[in-house]
């Protein structure tokens, strides 16, 4: 069976300081990871994901992960917040043998002036 | 235009009603998904088709039945609506096992 953990659900961050969402999964197949952003009161927006290759995955907004198999995470980085990235990040874990995604419990990232 | 789309975003009800929320996707996407997202934002998957064909049931009440009429619609029916309904409810769409795409969700108020 999969799972995700996502380990702090906010965080707060000062506008242009360095930021890292954690996220841990457990699964006994090969995986997919995703990270997904919801703005207030929007859909969830794909950051970025991955499928195979490389484990530093860049995506959009600035924003990258690396997984660490070794260690089943894989966090989202990005060195310098914007107020805009104000929002609920989600982590979640699929794979290619099966259409369901398990969701971690998000994390709320909120960005300061 | 947007790819996944949903109606209505916002619905209001009284408790015992009957109500269907709308999804339709123009990506092309053989898969659509309903997802529930409780008032803690914890999103997990309702139901899937894939070509029409029902493969992921979870444990839902059986107040809730979704349609797929075609491969880029997915709707979902909810009968005798209960508090405990309030929620915000996302549909989604992927090619095969691929990456899953969300529409901006339903917002569903139980009075």
């Known amino acids: 069976a999969q799972s995700v953990t996502q380990l702090d659900s906010q965080v707060p961050v000062f506008e242009e300081a360095p930021v890292e969402l954690r996220c841990n999964y457990s699964?006994?197949?090969?995986?997919?990871l995703f990270w997904y952003v919801q703005y207030p009161n929007q859909g969830l927006q794909l950051l970025l994901k991955?499928?195979?290759?490389?484990?530093l995955v860049k995506g959009i907004n600035g924003f990258e992960a690396e997984l660490n198999k070794s260690q089943t995470s894989f966090h989202l980085r990005k060195p310098s917040v914007h107020i805009s990235d104000t929002a609920e990040y989600f982590c979640?874990?699929?794979?290619?043998?099966?259409?369901?995604?398990?969701f971690g419990t998000g994390t709320r990232l909120k960005v300061l002036a | 235009d947007t790819a996944v789309s949903q109606t209505p975003k916002y619905l209001v009800t009284q408790m015992g009603n009957d109500k269907s929320i709308k999804c339709e996707q123009n990506?092309?996407?053989?898969?659509m998904y309903w997802y529930k997202q409780d008032s803690k934002k914890f999103l997990k998957i309702m139901f899937s088709?894939?070509?029409?064909?029902?493969?992921i049931n979870e444990t839902v009440p059986n107040r809730f039945s979704p349609k797929s009429p075609d491969k880029a619609h997915l709707n979902l029916h909810i009968n005798s609506l209960e508090l405990g309904d309030s929620a915000v409810y996302f549909c989604?769409?992927?090619?095969?096992?691929?990456?899953?795409?969300f529409g901006a969700g339903t917002r569903l108020s139980v009075l």
């Open positions: 699964s006994s197949v090969s995986v997919y």
């Open positions: 990506l092309g996407h053989d898969t």
């Open positions: 088709y894939n070509n029409k064909e029902l493969i």
């Open positions: 991955y499928l195979s290759g490389s484990t």
């Open positions: 979640a874990v699929g794979g290619s043998g099966t259409y369901k995604y398990i």
């Open positions: 989604a769409s992927s090619q095969d096992k691929n990456i899953q795409y």
